[in-house]
């Protein structure tokens, strides 16, 4: 009850801590210089992806106005350059089919100047102009008629109106420009005047202006005189046409007699001329038939100006049209330079909507908007993560805060624990070295052993806590591998007895003696594995532990390991299949499928000097539920929640298990079936020793072995990979094994052998029969055979005595009583097989015996008559200490605080060493030892000064003992002036290894 209470109250004052620890983490992140800083830069950032997130946006909606802008510029000027062609194109027919008629009218004037005046008598006549005009009408396409107009003289007006028989009329109105009616009688006789120009010649469709003087009207009077002056045909103003009442123009050309030079000047011309042929030209008529030849007449407005008057054109042709903003306008060239003419052109229709311009801005637009919208959406989602990120840095620091109290927590409640066990395991082990009757010993042994079960306990969880936090380091250091297979075995062997099953380890042997790691952790990994075995195996089976090399795996297209090669295909079968390649002969999993998703398998292949180890540990248990499968290796998780109360166990061994094997460079992984078992397999990486070394190292750990090297023995088991197992533990003893697989095949090498073995080497020694095989009645013949080789004088009297030894898994008691009732065997060998075992029970069977003491009962003779200091400020950790090494022989001086060891050990002073407990109130271990370290300096200097000869020097060990395991680590222990430390409770193999350093034996 005082044990709960102090914990509870140490917990709530922890947690009290934690919390006044997390309490001050939100100050810690105000700190000017480091998260208030991130805090504006974060800020400050903000603001200015927002910016560009603005000019990002504003640019984009001004490049689809620019954009709007510039397609519906395109789209206009390919519809300005669409009406520039289309205008041109008309332009350009007109202009040349006039043209070609006023070629042909031209050709006409010629004509009548060759034949009418030319020829006496004139060779034209009115009938004979009517019908040529009309037949050559087609010729003159734009004309709505010709006539020829005679030039007369007054002095010639009589004559000639006697010969055409009418007078020479005047037109009604002067101004042509103005609308008239036709009528023939509304036409006067023209006025006395010096000149005229009547009508002679007419074609049929002009006929009524017969007998007009063109000289009365106004503008072909003008016509008349710039055309005789110039010599060139010459165009009227627009005007509207007798008769027809459209408007028109009139084109004149001047007809000369023959007389006329080439090179005329204009008196010559007007002084040659003898009359006007003119032509007419109904403007609409002749634009409108020019329009309707084209296809595509209806798409635009067509007007024809005559802009000689530029302040005044006159429309010729056309409608007036609202502007719709696009006009072509192309120039006409009808001849007559003093006239100019212009086509208009506009689209009938407005424009359609700009449909390119307005879906492709809006696209842009769009396509801005929404990558702002996405952009907008990543800065809230970055503002986000920077929150988030800064109350994750806020929960960090409360996590650190409180994983230090929790490491805090852990270290006290670990010294408050192991402290009090220490007395409880220490008072019953000393109780238990008193006279005892066997009830009492029996009980002292069972509370000792049940304390030493809550101390593994406590340091699984521990050895979880100092993992987590990531101080867990492992050493470097030499070990014997296939030692650390044997204690792991040793540790389980007696629960393999009691439940009947097999427990073998082997090792190949391209795997060295010796190699460089961390040999506790390398265990540890192991004895979880095997544990967890031994648990979830019930009455049957084997649990094997076998160790390669990767590259033996990794490239096992011709596998030379026996075991190996027989363990690839055990678990390889069908439904008929025999399962004698396994250890016990019950089905196994593929143990393949444990290995097959490692990524790092052969990662150390070209590491020089390094070794990469594949551990498998395989049974035959009640196998892992596919649905608990992914959760083996999560802390304090079992399979199931019935697991704990039926097997037992917290569930972190392979939580521990996988972070030890990641901290050794390696993976772990596993198959599963139920009712078949499991196989467990771990690689690992460690450093390779050189030969000579590791040659050093094994032969004074191992005397006994010499006396077993170049014997010959022969292992009789019908499990293949079983007695490769043996053999394998009888190679370590230098002993040369064969292995027979049945009876017949054992009968026939005994006899083989004793009957030919000429030398004293090739004798067989020993022969090692699994019980099995030794129990069946089939291996009667082997009996007769061994007592007919023992007693067969001729071939053994001069070799020595063969040895006969039972393998066995367990033995009843009615078995064991057999065993020594029978003659012929020599001794039993129990199972798992081991180094020490194997020995000591060939030298037993040859007379001798193994001297198995331990280096722990060398203590005596290191300890006896040491003077050693014991201080700690428990009470019962003094006595505790003090029994233990006064059980060895030493004198021991206890005191309870770090001053009192101070003054103790002032140099000079008797003690030899000093056993000091780490945590003690007013001065702690730590502080006592670098005072203590101080006056020895300070001793060693003044000796040296006075004695400069003198080389020695004084140094007390100091030994730390702790049931702080988290942070009392051996480098801070050092650090601090100690030599060396010891964790409570210590046992006497962890206090022989610590003082054998300083102590030398007798």
């Known amino acids: 009850m005082a044990v709960s209470y102090n914990l509870r109250k140490l917990y709530e004052q922890r947690r009290g801590q934690t919390n006044e620890l997390v309490q001050q983490q939100p100050l810690l992140l105000q700190h000017p210089q480091l998260p208030l800083y991130a805090q504006h830069h974060s800020r400050s950032t903000g603001k200015w992806r927002k910016k560009l997130l603005v000019i990002f946006v504003l640019g984009g909606v001004i490049f689809s106005v620019w954009l709007f802008w510039y397609l519906h510029e395109d789209i206009r000027l390919r519809r300005k350059e669409t009406l520039a062609s289309m205008c041109d194109e008309r332009a350009r027919m007109l202009q040349d089919q006039f043209n070609v008629s006023m070629n042909h009218v031209h050709a006409l004037a010629i004509l009548i100047s060759t034949f009418h005046h030319g020829k006496q008598p004139s060779a034209i006549d009115q009938k004979t102009f009517e019908d040529y005009t009309e037949r050559t009408a087609f010729e003159r396409p734009l004309t709505s008629?010709?006539?020829?107009?005679?030039?007369?003289?007054?002095?010639?007006?009589?004559?000639?109106?006697?010969?055409?028989?009418?007078?020479?009329?005047?037109?009604?109105?002067?101004?042509?420009?103005?609308?008239?009616?036709?009528?023939?009688?509304?036409?006067?006789?023209?006025?006395?005047?010096?000149?005229?120009?009547?009508?002679?010649?007419?074609?049929?469709?002009?006929?009524?202006?017969?007998?007009?003087?063109?000289?009365?009207?106004?503008?072909?009077?003008?016509?008349?005189?710039?055309?005789?002056?110039?010599?060139?045909?010459?165009?009227?103003?627009?005007?509207?046409?007798?008769?027809?009442?459209?408007?028109?123009?009139?084109?004149?050309?001047?007809?000369?007699?023959?007389?006329?030079?080439?090179?005329?000047?204009?008196?010559?011309?007007?002084?040659?001329?003898?009359?006007?042929?003119?032509?007419?030209?109904?403007?609409?008529?002749?634009?409108?038939?020019?329009?309707?030849?084209?296809?595509?007449?209806?798409?635009?407005?067509?007007?024809?100006?005559?802009?000689?008057?530029?302040?005044?054109?006159?429309?010729?042709?056309?409608?007036?049209?609202?502007?719709?903003?696009?006009?072509?306008?192309?120039?006409?060239?009808?001849?007559?330079?003093?006239?100019?003419?212009?086509?208009?052109?506009?689209?009938?229709?407005?424009?359609?909507?700009?449909?390119?311009?307005?879906?492709?801005?809006?696209?842009?637009?769009?396509?801005?908007?929404?990558?702002?919208?996405?952009?907008?959406?990543?800065?809230?989602?970055?503002?986000?993560?920077?929150?988030?990120?800064?109350?994750?840095?806020?929960?960090?620091?409360?996590?650190?805060?409180?994983?230090?109290?929790?490491?805090?927590?852990?270290?006290?409640?670990?010294?408050?624990?192991?402290?009090?066990?220490?007395?409880?395991?220490?008072?019953?082990?000393?109780?238990?070295?008193?006279?005892?009757?066997?009830?009492?010993?029996?009980?002292?042994?069972?509370?000792?052993?049940?304390?030493?079960?809550?101390?593994?306990?406590?340091?699984?969880?521990?050895?979880?806590?100092?993992?987590?936090?990531?101080?867990?380091?492992?050493?470097?250091?030499?070990?014997?591998?296939?030692?650390?297979?044997?204690?792991?075995?040793?540790?389980?062997?007696?629960?393999?007895?009691?439940?009947?099953?097999?427990?073998?380890?082997?090792?190949?042997?391209?795997?060295?003696?010796?190699?460089?790691?961390?040999?506790?952790r390398f265990g540890q990994i192991i004895t979880n594995l095997v544990g967890n075995s031994i648990k979830f195996t019930q009455d049957r089976g084997h649990i094997f532990v076998s160790v390669h090399l990767a590259d033996e795996v990794r490239l096992a297209l011709d596998v030379k390991d026996e075991v190996l090669k027989q363990s690839l295909g055990a678990g390889q079968r069908d439904s008929n299949a025999s399962f004698n390649n396994t250890l016990s002969g019950c089905p196994v999993v593929d143990r393949r499928k444990s290995w097959e998703n490692f990524k790092k398998l052969g990662d150390t292949a070209e590491e020089s000097g390094r070794i990469k180890l594949l551990v498998t540990v395989e049974d035959t248990g009640t196998g892992i539920p596919p649905e608990a499968q992914g959760r083996i290796f999560t802390p304090f998780m079992q399979a199931d929640s019935s697991t704990s109360r039926k097997y037992g166990g917290t569930g972190i061994g392979l939580s521990i298990s996988e972070r030890l094997v990641d901290l050794m460079g390696g993976e772990i992984g596993f198959v599963s079936e139920l009712n078949t078992g499991s196989t467990f397999t771990f690689s690992v990486s460690f450093n390779q020793m050189e030969a000579n070394s590791a040659d050093k190292m094994w032969q004074p750990c191992n005397p006994p072995v010499s006396e077993f090297q170049g014997l010959r023995a022969l292992v009789v088991d019908e499990k293949r990979i079983r007695a490769e197992v043996t053999r394998y533990h009888l190679r370590r003893l230098g002993i040369h094994v064969d292995i027979t697989c049945s009876v017949e095949s054992a009968c026939a090498y005994l006899s083989e052998n004793y009957r030919t073995s000429a030398s004293e080497s090739d004798v067989l020694s020993m022969v090692l029969i699994d019980q099995e095989i030794w129990d069946n009645e089939t291996c009667f013949p082997l009996h007769e055979m061994i007592k007919i080789v023992r007693v067969d004088s001729s071939g053994y009297k001069s070799k020595s005595r063969l040895k006969i030894f039972l393998l066995a898994t367990c033995l009843s008691s009615t078995d064991l009583i057999k065993l020594k009732l029978d003659e012929l065997m020599d001794g039993l060998i129990l199972k798992p097989l081991r180094l020490n075992t194997l020995m000591s029970t060939f030298l037993e069977a040859a007379g001798k015996r193994l001297d198995t003491r331990d280096n722990p009962s060398n203590l005596r003779s290191l300890l006896k008559g040491k003077q050693i200091l014991v201080v700690d400020d428990n009470s019962v950790n003094r006595r505790v200490a003090e029994g233990a090494l006064e059980k060895y022989g030493a004198v021991v001086t206890c005191v309870e605080g770090g001053q009192l060891a101070v003054d103790l050990l002032k140099p000079p002073h008797k003690f030899d060493a000093c056993f000091m407990d780490l945590q003690m109130p007013e001065m702690d271990g730590f502080e006592a030892t670098r005072e203590i370290r101080r006056l020895e300096k300070e001793y060693n200097s003044r000796i040296a000064s006075e004695k400069p000869s003198s080389s020695s020097e004084w140094h007390t060990p100091i030994l730390a003992m702790t049931a702080d395991v988290i942070h009392s680590t051996n480098e801070v222990c050092v650090t601090s002036g100690m030599d060396d430390y010891v964790s409570k409770p210590f046992g006497e193999g962890q206090l022989y290894s610590v003082v054998a350093r300083f102590f030398e034996t007798g």
């Open 145 to 520: 008629g010709v006539a020829y107009a005679l030039r007369v003289r007054h002095s010639e007006r009589k004559r000639i109106e006697k010969q055409y028989g009418w007078s020479i009329k005047k037109m009604d109105v002067e101004d042509q420009t103005l609308a008239q009616d036709y009528n023939p009688e509304n036409f006067r006789t023209s006025p006395f005047q010096d000149e005229y120009a009547p009508v002679i010649f007419s074609q049929k469709t002009v006929s009524h202006i017969l007998s007009i003087d063109m000289m009365s009207g106004k503008e072909d009077r003008e016509n008349i005189l710039r055309a005789r002056a110039s010599g060139k045909g010459v165009l009227t103003s627009p005007f509207k046409l007798l008769k027809s009442n459209h408007l028109g123009v009139v084109l004149t050309f001047a007809v000369y007699n023959a007389d006329l030079p080439p090179n005329a000047t204009p008196v010559q011309r007007i002084n040659a001329t003898v009359g006007y042929l003119g032509a007419s030209y109904d403007v609409p008529s002749l634009v409108e038939k020019l329009l309707h030849q084209l296809a595509s007449k209806q798409t635009i407005i067509v007007n024809v100006y005559d802009t000689t008057s530029k302040a005044a054109p006159i429309q010729m042709f056309g409608m007036d049209v609202a502007d719709n903003g696009l006009l072509h306008i192309s120039h006409l060239d009808f001849g007559d330079p003093t006239r100019k003419h212009e086509m208009h052109c506009r689209f009938k229709n407005k424009p359609p909507p700009p449909w390119q311009a307005i879906t492709a801005s809006v696209g842009v637009l769009v396509i801005t908007l929404l990558l702002g919208h996405i952009f907008y959406a990543a800065i809230n989602q970055i503002a986000k993560v920077e929150h988030d990120y800064r109350e994750m840095m806020e929960l960090k620091h409360r996590a650190e805060a409180a994983d230090v109290a929790k490491s805090q927590f852990l270290a006290t409640v670990s010294h408050e624990i192991r402290t009090p066990m220490n007395g409880v395991l220490g008072m019953l082990q000393m109780l238990m070295d008193t006279n005892l009757d066997p009830c009492q010993l029996n009980y002292a042994q069972t509370a000792h052993d049940s304390g030493k079960d809550l101390i593994s306990l406590i340091n699984k969880v521990l050895d979880q806590a100092k993992i987590e936090s990531g101080r867990l380091e492992l050493e470097a250091v030499p070990f014997d591998l296939r030692a650390v297979l044997d204690k792991v075995l040793s540790i389980f062997s007696g629960k393999s007895h009691e439940k009947g099953i097999e427990l073998a380890a082997y090792v190949s042997e391209k795997v060295p003696e010796v190699v460089i790691g961390d040999q506790e």
